[in-house]
C-alpha cells in the first residue's frame, strides 16, 4: 500500500485560520474532524445541508482553499491521491479524509458492493473528537 502524507498539524491549523473559510465551510471542517467517520447522506442530514451541489464537493473546495497555504503538503496529497486512484484521478479532499476500508482491506463503497454510499474517515492526526465537552 502507498504511504499516505501524513499533515502536519500546526501547518493545517495554520492554514486553515488563513484560508478564510465562511462560517458553514469552518463548521463542515470542524464537524468532519469530530466525528470522524461520515458519508454525504450522514454530513446533508446532520448540518441540515442541501443536497445540492453535493457536500463533499464543498469539501474538495474547501480543501483546495486550505492548500493553497500548505502547497508543498497539498501537492504531496494530490500526488499521493492520484497514486491510489483506480482511474489515476486526483481527489482535493484527499487532504482532509479518505475512503473507510472493512476489515478484509476492501473500501466502504457501491463500487465495491460493501456500502450504500460512500463512506469517509477523516486522517488520524486531524481527528478532534476526544477535544470536546
Partial sequence: ?????VTPLDEFE???KEANLSDKDYEL???IRY???FTQPSLIKDLKRPSKPPILTNICEIS???GIFMPEHFKKVIDWSIQISEHN???DGHLLCAEAFNVDQIALTPAAGTSLFDVLVVHKELFIGFEFE
Avoid at 500500500?1 to 502524507?5: A, G, L, N, Q, V
Wanted: a positive charge; hydrophobic letters at 40%.
Fill in 35 to 37: 466525528t470522524s467517520v
Fill in 89 to 91: 484521478t486526483r481527489w
Fill in 29 to 31: 471542517i470542524e464537524y
Fill in 1 to 5: 500500500m502507498i504511504k499516505r502524507p
Fill in 14 to 16: 495554520k492554514a486553515l
Fill in 64 to 66: 483546495r482553499k486550505i
